[in-house]
């Protein structure tokens, strides 16, 4: 693991990706080109922005069920109820005012490749959009877990908004002496650190709220803490101990909502006060067809986030796999969603321009993770495009060699780096969004 200090990571934290040079624009005599966009989370948000700013004549057209984007980022904030859901909705009127994006209210239903045409359900029914090229960032859909899982009930709140709320209340309800349960995914799934994050932003509420006895049991589906291990090490057997109880190696065997039960390979927890179920993830279901990694992602040029089948179909944040040089792929992150969209915006409008592909980019990733509600941590990756290489150090391929990750030191868990956060989240829903 690279050293790095608090100063070096805002600046890398500030730039999600870098090009060697922006695409020229799209000349205004040809007939403006068709850029579809499914989802409007980070990663649609931003492609439609910068393929609206750096092509200027092609159309762009943001497909989207919701009337705003609810993050997950700070989510876990709105859980113990220190910011609001106002605080982490984020509106589409400046993608449509600044930047002349067409928003569509609807659902993406089903994608004919070969005559490039996207189907949308929409209020008033079904639309046909004819595209030049189309990119799909759906988030993440959610393998069931066995048995008889109701999110209903059990909230996984890892995709913002009445889920969240839900999660919210349940905590809020809980009282001394209870137990607040959540699973861990398997890996690779949205936010390495997020589950550990929750699993402390819940502890430290519960003994700031006076709920003396109370528990907070994480049962990780990995061998290990994913991300961050020495922050959350700490945070677990330190600032939370006594009140977490981590287990990893706990894969999910059945989950009964109705009693908020749920057995793993490891411990069986019966009648919990909260059942925080974070299932397994995969791409989302608009991605159906194309092709997968063992994981359930879609395999992408790390170049264009172009699909193996169709050169002019992309996929870009969570739902994709970009391989990496230490055996796992990037990290699922709104960062990173962000940092693809603008290589992936510059590779189509390049692409409509006739132009060859750019090989000089550069990625990154960024998370700040809530210990308390006074202090946070930090993690952050860097990848270059070339080569990767498989465990023996032989190459492998070509993929997004993982520069240096770097990670806070304990002394930088603390008050600025939790400050820093808002500045972070600010600067990245602006980024995206504005
Ligand atoms: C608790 C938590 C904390 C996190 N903290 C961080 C953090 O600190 N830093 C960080 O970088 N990341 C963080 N993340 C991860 C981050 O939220 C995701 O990685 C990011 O949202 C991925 O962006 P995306 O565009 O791929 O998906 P999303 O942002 O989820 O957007 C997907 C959009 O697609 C829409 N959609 C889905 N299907 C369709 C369809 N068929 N038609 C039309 N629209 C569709 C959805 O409605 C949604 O709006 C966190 C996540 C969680 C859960």
Same mark, same amino acid.
């Given at each position: 693991?690279?050293?790095?200090?608090?100063?070096?990571?805002?600046?890398?934290?500030?730039?999600?990706?870098?090009?060697?040079?922006?695409?020229?624009?799209?000349?205004?005599?040809?007939?403006?080109?068709?850029?579809?966009?499914?989802?409007?989370?980070?990663?649609?948000?931003?492609?439609?922005?910068?393929?609206?700013?750096?092509?200027?004549?092609?159309?762009?057209?943001?497909?989207?069920?919701?009337?705003?984007?609810?993050?997950?980022?700070?989510?876990?904030?709105?859980?113990?109820?220190?910011?609001?859901?106002?605080?982490?909705?984020?509106?589409?009127?400046?993608?449509?005012?600044?930047?002349?994006?067409?928003?569509?209210?609807?659902?993406?239903?089903?994608?004919?490749?070969?005559?490039?045409?996207?189907?949308?359900?929409?209020?008033?029914?079904?639309?046909?959009?004819?595209?030049?090229?189309?990119?799909?960032?759906?988030?993440?859909?959610?393998?069931?877990?066995?048995?008889?899982?109701?999110?209903?009930?059990?909230?996984?709140?890892?995709?913002?908004?009445?889920?969240?709320?839900?999660?919210?209340?349940?905590?809020?309800?809980?009282?001394?002496?209870?137990?607040?349960?959540?699973?861990?995914?398997?890996?690779?799934?949205?936010?390495?650190?997020?589950?550990?994050?929750?699993?402390?932003?819940?502890?430290?509420?519960?003994?700031?709220?006076?709920?003396?006895?109370?528990?907070?049991?994480?049962?990780?589906?990995?061998?290990?803490?994913?991300?961050?291990?020495?922050?959350?090490?700490? =945070?677990?057997?330190?600032?939370?101990? %006594?009140?977490?109880?981590?287990?990893?190696?706990?894969?999910?065997?059945?989950?009964?909502?109705?009693?908020?039960?749920?057995?793993?390979?490891?411990?069986?927890?019966?009648?919990?006060?909260?059942?925080?179920? #974070?299932?397994?993830?995969?791409?989302?279901?608009?991605?159906?067809?194309?092709?997968?990694?063992?994981?359930?992602?879609?395999?992408?040029?790390?170049?264009?986030?172009?699909?193996?089948?169709?050169?002019?179909?992309?996929? #870009?944040?969570?739902?994709?796999?970009?391989? =990496?040089?230490?055996?796992?792929?990037?990290?699922?992150?709104?960062?990173?969603?962000?940092?693809?969209?603008?290589?992936? =915006?510059?590779? #189509?409008?390049?692409?409509?321009?006739?132009?060859?592909?750019?090989?000089?980019?550069?990625?990154?990733?960024?998370?700040?993770?809530?210990?308390?509600?006074?202090?946070?941590?930090?993690?952050?990756?860097?990848?270059?495009?070339?080569?990767?290489?498989?465990?023996? %150090?032989?190459?492998?391929?070509?993929?997004?060699?993982?520069?240096?990750?770097?990670?806070?030191?304990?002394?930088?868990?603390?008050?600025?780096?939790?400050?820093?956060?808002?500045?972070?989240?600010?600067?990245?829903? =602006?980024?995206?969004?504005?």
């Amino acid at each position: 693991m690279t050293a790095m200090n608090r100063r070096q990571f805002i600046r890398l934290a500030g730039a999600s990706c870098a090009l060697a040079a922006l695409p020229r624009a799209v000349s205004a005599a040809t007939t403006a080109p068709r850029v579809v966009v499914v989802g409007g989370g980070f990663g649609g948000a931003t492609v439609a922005k910068y393929v609206r700013m750096w092509g200027d004549n092609v159309q762009v057209t943001l497909v989207e069920p919701n009337p705003s984007h609810i993050s997950c980022i700070l989510s876990n904030m709105v859980v113990t109820g220190d910011l609001s859901m106002n605080r982490i909705t984020l509106g589409y009127d400046a993608l449509k005012t600044n930047h002349g994006v067409s928003v569509l209210q609807g659902r993406a239903m089903g994608i004919d490749a070969a005559g490039n045409r996207l189907t949308v359900s929409t209020y008033s029914g079904h639309q046909v959009l004819d595209y030049d090229h189309l990119v799909l960032a759906p988030g993440i859909a959610f393998a069931t877990p066995p048995g008889n899982w109701k999110p209903g009930l059990t909230p996984h709140a890892w995709q913002a908004g009445s889920q969240t709320t839900l999660l919210k209340n349940q905590l809020a309800a809980m009282r001394g002496g209870d137990v607040f349960v959540m699973t861990v995914p398997k890996s690779p799934y949205r936010c390495p650190p997020g589950p550990y994050e929750r699993a402390c932003v819940v502890a430290d509420y519960l003994k700031r709220k006076g709920r003396t006895g109370a528990k907070v049991v994480v049962l990780d589906a990995n061998a290990s803490i994913q991300a961050e291990p020495e922050a959350f090490g700490h =945070a677990f057997s330190v600032t939370h101990a %006594g009140v977490i109880e981590y287990h990893p190696n706990a894969v999910v065997q059945s989950v009964d909502s109705d009693t908020r039960s749920i057995v793993t390979t490891v411990r069986t927890v019966s009648n919990a006060k909260v059942l925080n179920v #974070i299932p397994n993830q995969r791409a989302g279901t608009i991605t159906r067809g194309l092709a997968l990694d063992a994981a359930g992602f879609v395999k992408v040029d790390p170049l264009t986030y172009a699909t193996a089948a169709y050169p002019n179909i992309h996929v #870009i944040g969570d739902s994709c796999s970009v391989p =990496a040089s230490d055996g796992k792929g990037v990290p699922k992150s709104g960062h990173m969603a962000n940092a693809e969209a603008k290589v992936c =915006a510059n590779a #189509i409008v390049r692409a409509l321009n006739g132009e060859t592909v750019d090989e000089d980019i550069a990625t990154n990733s960024a998370c700040y993770s809530p210990i308390t509600n006074r202090k946070a941590s930090w993690l952050s990756a860097n990848f270059l495009y070339g080569d990767i290489y498989d465990a023996a %150090g032989k190459v492998k391929g070509k993929g997004m060699h993982r520069l240096d990750i770097g990670e806070a030191p304990e002394k930088e868990v603390n008050g600025d780096s939790y400050e820093d956060m808002y500045q972070w989240a600010d600067s990245l829903f =602006a980024d995206s969004f504005m």
